[in-house]
């Protein structure tokens, strides 16, 4: 078993394939949809629909090597409130722009690093959104946190505005690897970040890390999986690092050679998986781990997971609005990413204009396709009959055979599933898929 | 060249002096369909369209020779296709007569034309098979192995396949839209059976999952 997925890992292990946290990727979104489309999107929401926000702050005290976000170091406090006002004068366009009301079931601040606006801030945003939208009376209110700056009082505030979950960027708490990403931040330090947020109130406790990072070994991730275990949090994720430095500046200090090869990749991944699902989490999808009663746990066991830009949700009926610069809305109809250039973005908000700079219209074989790869992604299973009879999938199939041969995949029917070897390939079984064209597919992260 | 390997020097010699040596500009045309079998050709270089007019003036590309395949030997009268080049191309060229008179004086050679006769047809029988899969990456991955295994036939490497031509020739040939062709292209390549190293070659990554995928071997 072992040598077979050794064989398996040297062949898909290199593979370029896209992450598909939305389909079609990002990646092939184009300047064809504009602020029209986003204005009429907006307006054929229901009035009284439930959705998910997305704020999206574009800064950071300092850069992290490895970064791959849209996000640019700050120190001037004018140009985060700037920024800011902009963010809550978003707010009114879009809600101008809407039946009212919509009602907002979860909340999610995203960056960069988003308490960088400060409680005052963060309370000014809530304000402007609470004056245009319903909040959810069980409103998931989730913000990205950098366990650096997390102290009582921040903590305190934030419960106070309501935050009742909470995503730490962990990363990876070998001394080594955190200076080779540069990004110290001592066990100490994280874990007086959560207990900090648990006596404020705030419970519900995500973990992010990250394999593939320069110097981590396999046996250095386990240690790190072994303190985050200590601090108990409801959720782990576990996002393999994208090494693109033709496109991310800073990540050319990072030294190539450091960074493990395919396979040692696939293993890191593997002993995560182990550290967690032997200590009681449930895997979740291919990346995030929860303990059997979480919300996400649950609806991975029922098959009712989806998966969205921040990963996976038990949103059942995922419409995301979007603000921020680089902030993409998963509407209906398709699929608007605002212009990531914040001066750009500033000034059509100044101007009052959406800043919608590309998207994606959906085509009834586009949901078909992305419900097929969203289920795989999610469940490791999809039914390929909503893609009509077989003769409509024939070059699919023929291209699964290869992978039903290396017992990655099994065919029933018209059910398809990833075997548990398969798991870890189930990105390159979901790309037989995607319809999109891309000639040059280096822009995407490795398949495992 | 193939057609010499089977014969003693002398009667190289003569083959020799009956040959003539034709070069050829990209784009540019060989022989019409229809046209008067008078020479039979054999490619040193480069690379050959094959096709034929439709009665609503599209055209079906039938096939591609390349260097060590042969032109002519099997039609009757005349032409039946059109050959033009995709790049620039060597052909040598002999009179049908010759041939016809060569091929009464040296049996080694009639055996060796007939074996290459025996070549072409086989190769059409390939064509019909790629021809008649269903799925684009089945033609496509069909019409890869088919061109690797014949330069490997020709003693050349089965990869990287030097695709000399445009997508549109190959989509012609295979019945299929531009846009299909090159989607399965990369479909081929995420699923790492192939590499794209430059827009003219394809390298075989994993030839035996390739033959799987152009439902070619079963599993």
Known sequence: ?????????????????????????????????????????????????????????????QLCLYCGCHTKVV????????????LEAEIRLVARRVKEPLRIARLHWGGG???????????????????????DAGLEHAIELDPRFVSRPLAQGLAALGVNRVSLGVQDLDDIVQLAIGRVQPFDDVRSAVEFLREAG???????????????????????????LSLHPDRVACYGYAHMPQRKANQRLINSAALPGPEERFLQARAVAECFTQNGYVAIGLDHFARPTDPLAMASLSGTLHRNFQGYTDDDRPILVAFGASAISQLPDGYVQNVADIGTYLRAIDEERLPAARGYRLTPDDRARGTIIESLMCNFTADLSILGEPSHYVDELALLRPLIADGLVRLDRHSMMMTEAGRPFVRLAAAVFDQFRADDFSRFSAAV | MAVCSALQDDEVAELERAMSFVRLESNTSLVEEGEPRRRVYTLTSGLLRLSLALPDGRRQITGFLMPGDYLGLADDEIYAQTAEAVVPSGLCSFSVRDMDRLMERYPRLRDRLHLMTRAALRQARETQMILGRLAPSEKVASFLLHMSNRAAAYGRPESPVPLPMTRTDIADYLGLTIETVSRTFTKLKTQGLIRLPDPHSVEIVDKSRLAVVAGLTVH
């Open chain 1, 113 to 135: 690093t988003p308490s960088i606006l400060g409680l005052d801030g963060l309370r000014s945003v809530l304000d402007s959104l609470a004056r245009s939208f319903d909040f």
């Open chain 1, 202 to 228: 705030i419970e519900r406790l995500n973990l992010d890390l990250m394999y593939g990072l320069p110097h981590q070994t396999c046996e250095s991730i386990q240690e790190t999986c072994t303190k985050v």
């Open chain 1, 75 to 86: 120190r001037r406090d004018e140009v985060i409130d700037r920024y800011r006002e902009t």
């Open chain 1, 1 to 61: 078993m072992a040598l077979m997925t050794d064989h398996l890992v040297r062949r898909y292990g290199g593979l370029q394939v896209p992450r598909y946290t939305s389909y079609p990727s990002a990646a092939e979104f184009s300047a064809s949809v504009g602020q029209k489309d986003h204005e009429t999107w907006l307006r054929h929401l229901e009035p009284g629909s439930r959705i998910s926000v997305y704020l999206h702050v574009p800064y950071c005290r």
